[in-house]
């Protein structure tokens, strides 16, 4: 407190983190698109070591109708990491065509005794795999025959990596209260960091409340109106940094090979070279911006009898320089065959591919939300509504346009596009210091990618999407509830958007008891208190609390899929093969339960 008028706040924080991490085997793993994963854990024997420091600076400064904020924040970061990842390698087995075999694994021909082409899902390509290899088959029968990995890929070189960064932030802001029942807050803060060649990041800040009804003699009101408009930046992570120091092809290299004829084997690094492998590079754009949002916001607040209030508001955003990655040295169109080894044209030759992290995406969203809250003596009661449209091009840097060199139906459904959300949870204290915690959260399916599960582009990715088939007798055309999709689109077809497909809802019903004990002796002044006075136990404060409570998260075990598999060569396309799961009451995160129950402690002194 440097005056009545001027605080002054610093921090100066420093904190250290690390991680260890090893894999139970080191055999290599296999993916079966939409199906399931199994072998080894690809993490090898990795760590990571974090240095992290903060300095802050922050100021508040109130004269006449004016209050001041100005400050300045300064971040630094460090990272020493390890991370042999996927030294063991990966076999990915997709769907496609394959002939169809009878009771004897013999190809089933038609009147002209060729193969009958059928289309497999990756299950079926793994199945026959291991079935043709016990009876015996050379490694180009089970090929002919259907089976076979689709891909593998595998990562060599040096694990260890460094890398730091430097980001800082100042701001300047101003809440002037024009007169007792309206407010206008002026602001502007300039962000910038190190690792990309941004320096331009100003983002602008502009608020109002309007107090309707309000004035000097009688300066509340029941009604809140408020507006305001700001530019939010996010800063590029380190450990996009740390990717691209990693996979430059000289720290670590990584190969990726179309139709291995060696599984279960793991070739040497040396012989991928004359096996026709891909190498892999990944970079971080030259022109990359720190992407931001440009929100609008806008709503109205009223409080309405037994102490009710209810707030209804609108919100904007509109997303510039959102990142996404592309593959600059893809196949040109039209010079790639997924049947034929080797064949592509590159525009920078046979070099691989690169992987270029770059912000030319694009967010959009419109939101309305609708919040009440009302409370009595020992309950409270909220609940809230949203209505959300949400579409974009890219849901983060995991994002690669299908088609590398058309982007037609890219902007779609983001990710965030859960169109609606339903909040109820309430508070209830008791006269035996038990409080019950009900919450209640329903929401609307979100999107989800549809793809044809093999790399039909030579991307090495596996993200193409199908096609709306116009002849319904081509083969490998799959009827789903979205219509026939076709997993080889031709130039004529017009190919599905980018999170085509919906999931379905989500129902969940929380309960948290807590049981709280005030323990210990009484202090002095109540113990003489109690003999002269009959004053309620839970009035005299003790030196030790403890609290006893169980937190249940989905107590009534309603089925809540996780992640919708989009493959549509999966035998589980349209579903999920594993739970929501999802955060827990203790900070506990993950994906193997329905219903979880917690027991907590906590002891206070």
Not at 4 to 31: C, D, H, K
Not at 72 to 86: E, K, T
Not at 342 to 354: D, Y
Request: aromatic content about 10%.
């Amino acid at each position: 407190m440097l005056s009545e008028r001027l605080v002054n706040y610093n921090l100066l924080q420093f904190f250290r983190s690390g991680n260890e991490r090893t894999a139970n085997t080191l055999s290599p793993a296999i993916q079966v698109l939409g199906s399931f994963n199994g072998g080894g854990a690809q993490v090898g024997r990795s760590s990571d070591l974090q240095n992290n420091y903060e300095f802050q600076d922050y100021m508040t400064l109130i004269r006449a109708a004016h209050t001041w904020r100005f400050g300045v924040r300064l971040r630094g970061q460090i990272d020493d990491n390890v991370s042999p990842q996927n030294f063991g390698g990966t076999f990915t087995f997709g769907g496609g065509i394959a002939p169809a075999l009878d009771a004897n694994s013999n190809p089933v021909l038609d009147a002209s005794d060729q193969p009958i082409l059928v289309p497999i899902t990756s299950i079926e390509r793994y199945r026959r795999t291991l079935f043709l290899e016990r009876l015996g088959f050379s490694v180009s029968q089970i090929r002919s025959l259907g089976g076979g990995a689709t891909q593998f890929s595998v990562s060599a070189g040096n694990p260890s990596v460094s890398a730091n960064q430097w980001d800082t932030g100042a701001f300047i802001g101003d809440d002037w209260k024009v007169r007792s029942s309206l407010t206008l807050t002026l602001g502007l803060r300039y962000e910038t960091q190190t690792n990309i060649h941004d320096w331009r990041d100003f983002a602008p800040r502009l608020g109002v409340a309007w107090a309707p009804g309000g004035s000097g003699s009688n300066p509340r009101s029941k009604t809140v109106v408020r507006a305001g408009f700001g530019a939010f930046y996010d800063r590029f992570g380190l450990g996009n940094t740390l990717n691209a120091l990693r996979y430059n092809g000289a720290v670590q290299q990584q190969f990726v090979l179309t139709d291995p004829d060696f599984f279960p084997s793991i070739p040497s690094i040396s012989s991928l070279t004359d096996l026709q492998s891909t190498q892999i590079r990944q970079q971080v754009s030259p022109d990359l911006h720190a992407p931001y949002i440009l929100q609008s916001a806008a709503g109205i607040e009223r409080q309405l009898p037994f102490n009710t209030t209810v707030a209804i508001t609108y919100t904007n955003s509109h997303g510039l320089h959102t990142l996404r990655s592309r593959d600059l040295n893809a196949p040109l169109p039209g010079t790639y065959d997924p049947n034929i080894t080797g064949s592509g044209i590159f525009p920078l030759g046979a070099i691989g591919a690169l992987f270029v992290m770059e912000s030319s995406g694009l967010y959009n969203q419109n939101q309305l939300t609708v919040n009440v809250n009302t409370k009595a003596r020992n309950v409270s009661l909220a609940g809230s509504y949203s209505l959300n449209l949400a579409m974009s091009n890219t849901d983060g840097l995991g994002t690669f346009p299908a088609n590398p060199y058309r982007f037609v139906g890219e902007y779609g459904p983001a990710s965030t596009d859960v169109r609606h959300r339903v909040s109820l949870g309430a508070s209830m204290d008791t006269k035996w210091n038990v409080a019950f915690s009900p919450l209640v959260n329903v929401t609307s399916g979100p999107p989800f990618d549809i793809t044809v599960g093999r790399d039909i582009y030579g991307t090495t990715l596996f993200n193409g999407r199908p096609g709306i088939a116009t002849d319904r007798t081509k083969p490998g055309v799959v009827k789903t509830v979205y219509g026939l999709l076709d997993p080889n689109p031709t130039p004529d077809e017009r190919i599905v958007h980018r999170n085509y497909g919906r999931g379905p809802g989500t129902v969940s019903l929380n309960l948290r008891v807590a049981k709280t004990l005030s323990i210990g002796p009484r202090p002095a002044q109540a113990a003489q208190r109690g003999s002269r006075s009959s004053s309620r136990e839970s009035d005299v404060k003790r030196p030790y609390t403890l609290r006893i409570s169980m937190e249940t998260q989905n107590i009534l075990n309603h089925t809540n899929p996780g992640p919708i598999i989009g493959n549509i060569t999966s035998p589980l396309f349209g579903h999920a093969n594993q739970p929501a799961g999802g955060g827990g009451f203790g900070g506990f995160s993950e994906a193997a339960n329905n219903r979880r129950l917690e027991l907590q402690t906590r002891f206070t002194f």
